[in-house]
């Protein structure tokens, strides 16, 4: 699959030029564009029918877009790696944002062993001399912090600088600032400390086991007692449902699947820890933290090192102290009674 990216040109439409242009040399692939203004796939009768920005993601998540053009909205909101091939069409002076553009590819999931990255420049301009006549001696792509910050920090002023001189000047100036990179470049490498290679030497901390996931989290959605009876939750598709608390003037679409969000974080929003809907959730059964009279089957209890639910039972008491012991009380809920100690406070 081929992703290209262009950079949005003040003179004409480089995206209508690109698409028209690849989909008439590629008559049998599937061709498609995606932009800030939505997106867009060409159909068997060579028009370009308008689709919404999820479809396109979905679209080519599985397969059915072989070619994809792309303003840098999708190098912020779009994940590319279903994607071996990436065009740099008009590359752009700043080489983070070639890096952001490559990261949407190389990132976890990618399903080929080997991706592609084609950097198109116009001959005898500034880009392509930063980029091609030095990039690789000063391994510009690999400074993108640490000592080469300074180089790229002088770019865009520079860049701007020489591309707005008389033509008969840019010759000499390119010339100069090449030379000016070069320098810097050295200066950099000769100062001494050099922390890009310190962390690489570092080991990366293991990453612990999320304490919930978001199956576990659907699970215990699914489960009419562990739900606040407040709650309206019908499910719409697949991990996906329609809620609403009392107080909100419509229902919200959850995702309890981080895919399908990625898919459509447009108008869906992600019912775990952060989400704004998931938070007022957990802040609504939690309640009030002092303790309410009346009887209940489930209480809250903050007085150990982390905070447990205990759960009243057909087995007697059982504190559940992770999500899963949680379930499994409540699948035993037994009939509501008074709280067994004064200072629990009743969630449900």
């Known amino acids: 699959m081929l992703k290209v990216f262009y950079e949005p040109c003040l003179e004409c439409d480089t995206m209508d030029y690109l698409k028209e242009h690849l989909a008439a040399h590629f008559p049998n692939r599937n061709v498609g564009c995606y932009a800030g203004a939505g997106g867009q796939r060409h159909d068997l009768s060579g028009q ?16 059915k877009i072989d070619i994809l053009v792309c303003t840098d909205a999708a190098g912020e909101g779009l994940n590319l790696q279903t994607c071996g091939v990436l065009v740099n069409y008009d590359l752009p002076w700043n080489p983070m944002k070639v890096e952001q553009r490559i990261g949407r590819i190389d990132r976890i999931g990618q399903k080929y062993p080997k991706i592609r990255i084609y950097n198109l420049a116009y001959k005898k301009s500034v880009e ?8 690789a001696r ?18 865009p002023k520079r860049i701007e600088e020489i591309s707005l001189m008389r033509p008969e000047d ?6 100069r600032f090449l030379e000016e990179i070069g320098q810097i470049e050295r200066e950099a490498r000769d100062a001494g400390f050099d922390i890009d290679a310190a962390a690489e030497m570092l080991e990366p901390p293991r990453k612990p086991k999320p304490s919930v996931t978001l199956e576990q989290i659907e699970h215990m959605m699914q489960d009419a007692k562990a739900r606040l009876p407040q709650l309206s939750w019908d499910t719409l598709d697949a991990h996906t449902y329609q809620a609403l608390l009392p107080g909100m003037q419509q229902a919200v679409r959850v995702a309890v699947s981080g895919e399908i969000f990625d898919d459509h974080a447009d108008s ?5 820890y952060g989400g704004a809907f998931f938070e007022r959730t957990l802040a609504d059964s939690l309640g009030n933290t002092d303790p309410q009279p ?5 209480w809250l209890d903050k007085k150990g090192r982390y905070p447990a639910i205990v759960v009243n039972t057909l087995d007697g008491l059982k504190r559940a102290e992770t999500l899963s012991d949680l379930r499994a009380a409540l699948r035993r809920a037994a009939e509501p009674v008074d709280a067994p100690e004064p200072d629990l406070v009743r969630i449900a």
């Open 128 to 135: 392509a001399d930063v980029y091609f006549a030095v990039g």
């Open 138 to 155: 000063i391994r510009l792509f690999e400074g993108i912090v640490g000592k080469l910050q300074p180089i790229l920090s002088r770019l």
């Open 48 to 63: 370009w029918v308008p689709v919404p920005k999820e479809q396109i993601k979905r679209d080519l998540r599985l397969g």
């Open 294 to 298: 009346g009887p209940g089957i489930c």
């Open 268 to 272: 869906h929003t992600l019912f775990s």
């Open 170 to 175: 840019q010759e000499d100036a390119r010339h």
